[in-house]
Nanobody, 112 residues
Framework: VQLVESGGGLVQPGGSLTLACVAS????????MSWYRQAPGKERELVAV????????YYADSVKGRFTISRDNAKNTMYLQMNSLKPEDTAVYYC??????WGKGTLVTVST
């Protein structure tokens, strides 16, 4: 199993970023997927979840209405569209499947 995140970077408050997670080594289209994040000095937290066909999603209250999780099963890729970013969204964002498989993460920094 390999999960590779991309799309992080430095953005000003109120800006937008789209993260991508390219997956390989397992049946992507049959697997629910998640995004987590870990801010400096804090525990890793769940951000969003998407089911196998993308018909069902879940968002943490802190990102609801600002972030959108989606997937393209033909490309084995999951996305996280992040709008109206706030400084408190600064974190390393991780792609996840199940309890054991994580990407290396991509850093998102929201700052002036």
């Amino acid at each position: 199993v390999q999960l590779v995140e991309s799309g992080g970077g430095l953005v000003q408050p109120g800006g937008s970023l789209t993260l991508a997670c390219v997956a390989s080594g397992f049946a992507f289209s049959s697997s629910g997927m998640s995004w987590y994040r870990q801010a400096p000095g804090k525990e890793r937290e769940l951000v969003a979840v998407i089911n196998t066909f993308g018909h069902s999603t879940y968002y943490a209250d802190s990102v609801k209405g600002r972030f959108t999780i989606s997937r393209d099963n033909a490309k084995n890729t999951m996305y996280l569209q992040m709008n109206s970013l706030k400084p408190e969204d600064t974190a390393v964002y991780y792609c996840n499947i199940g309890p054991d498989y994580w990407g290396k993460g991509t850093l998102v920094t929201v700052s002036t």
